[in-house]
């Protein structure tokens, strides 16, 4: 027994040994950094400035690569079509749809826009179109706050309105975007987008969308009446050809709702629609 503990302490030992005689390896001794190593202070020292950028001579891995930039507080721009399609409703109507934004800014603030609205292809005419313009300010890592205005320019008569908003990140990665409207003549609306991404695959992906609109008050002149006014429920299939460019298909159903829903139906208005839908996503 002993003679076999022996050879078991032999064995367990060698790698210990086999480390040490190598001056590469082996952490006891001089010979485990190279010759030229030396400790560097990477913590910015009280009253110290923060590099922008890695200076191409100065000791360190980063000189093999030149000047590297550290990421800093930039100011970026982009443009984003979440929806740009074309839908075919069940009324025989045919209609270009699009809902684009923009913006430009650094990590907490940004100028951005918004614009959304429809185009009938059968009466060569617009029918619903609106811009906005906001002041966005990042709240938390995932949510920002909108303050700004907006102006619709059809249906006619056209109206301006402040508006607040919140956009973000829910939990359970569900995309919301909440805005609240004042308007020139003192009406109070609201908003409320949800959307889902539900990735099939790295490249196919099902996405679930909700829309409702509120009204604080009735406004005849404009369809709408106290309380919920209507809703629009949709899902769409999306394949990215790149993270950049990615055509879609699906379907639409929207609703009049409440005292809105009933009033529209009274005076022989359309309450609700369905619709196939084609269409494009993409940025830049």
Avoid at 50 to 62: L, T
């Amino acid at each position: 027994m002993a003679r076999v503990l022996m050879i078991l302490v032999c064995v367990l030992a060698l790698p210990a040994v086999a480390l040490g005689a190598n001056g590469t390896e082996s952490r006891s001794g001089d010979g485990y950094f190279p010759s030229d190593y030396r400790e560097i202070e990477t913590d910015p020292q009280a009253g110290e400035d923060i590099r922008k950028y890695a200076p191409v001579d100065s000791p360190g891995p980063h000189g093999n690569f030149g000047a590297q930039p550290v990421h800093d507080n930039q100011r970026f721009a982009t443009f984003r079509a979440d929806r740009f399609e074309h839908q075919w409703r069940d009324d025989n109507e045919e209609i270009l749809l699009w809902d684009v934004s923009a913006w430009v800014g650094n990590d907490f603030n940004k100028l951005s826009a918004e614009s959304e609205g429809e185009f009938s292809l059968d009466e060569d005419e617009v029918e619903e179109a609106g811009a906005e313009l906001f002041y966005t300010r990042t709240l938390s890592t995932f949510w920002d706050v909108q303050a700004g205005l907006r102006h619709d320019f059809e249906p006619d008569p056209s109206r301006s309105f402040f508006a607040l908003g919140l956009q973000g990140l829910a939990p359970l990665w569900l995309e919301m975007d909440l805005k609240a409207y004042v308007s020139e003549d003192g009406d109070v609306s609201a908003a409320v987008e949800a959307e889902y991404e539900l990735f099939i695959t790295q490249r196919l992906q099902l996405s679930p969308r909700l829309e409702a609109g509120f009204s604080a008050q009735d406004v005849p002149e404009y369809e709408t009446w106290q309380g919920m006014t209507d809703l629009t429920l949709g899902a769409r299939l999306l394949y990215q050809i790149r993270r950049k460019f990615t055509p879609y298909i699906g379907v639409t159903w929207s609703r009049k709702i409440g005292e809105t829903g009933h009033n529209v139906d009274k005076e022989g208005g359309d309450v609700e629609s369905a619709a196939l839908v084609a269409g494009l996503r993409f940025w830049f």
